[in-house]
Nanobody, 126 residues
């Protein structure tokens, strides 16, 4: 069973930066999992943000050019670097994971991801 623990959330002013981390553990092999991020605000559906599938990166249009996703060399931590933050980015951010997938998988759908973290709150003030 894969366990995901997010950290790095907080309060930041518009235009600022924040870096989220996701610690990955408990799987058969940490190299077999894609790791990414969703976000959610009250009353709204979960929204795809980014995912790292081996060396492939997929980033939502809403954050493209501002957010980047990366992993460390040991594949035990995933990062979401968030730059030029906007008030619209305010949300609870969830780390997600699923076995490595091919292009036949829809990475935009929340149901694609088997494992979810508990979330970390990001608040951007105007």
């Amino acid at each position: 069973q894969v366990q995901l623990v997010e950290s790095g959330g907080g309060l930041v002013q518009a235009g600022g930066s924040l870096r989220l981390s996701c610690a990955v553990s408990g799987g058969t092999s940490k190299y077999y999992y894609a790791v990414g991020w969703f976000r959610q605000t009250p009353g709204k559906e979960r929204e795809f943000v980014a995912v790292l599938n081996w060396n492939d990166r997929y980033i939502a249009d809403s954050v493209k050019g501002r957010f980047t996703i990366s992993g460390d060399n040991g594949h035990d931590t995933a990062y979401l670097q968030m730059n030029n933050l906007k008030p619209e980015d305010t949300a609870n951010y969830y780390c997600v994971a699923t076995p490595l997938f091919t292009s036949s998988y829809d990475y935009l759908r929340a149901t694609t991801y088997e494992y979810w973290g508990q979330g970390t709150q990001v608040t951007v003030s105007s």
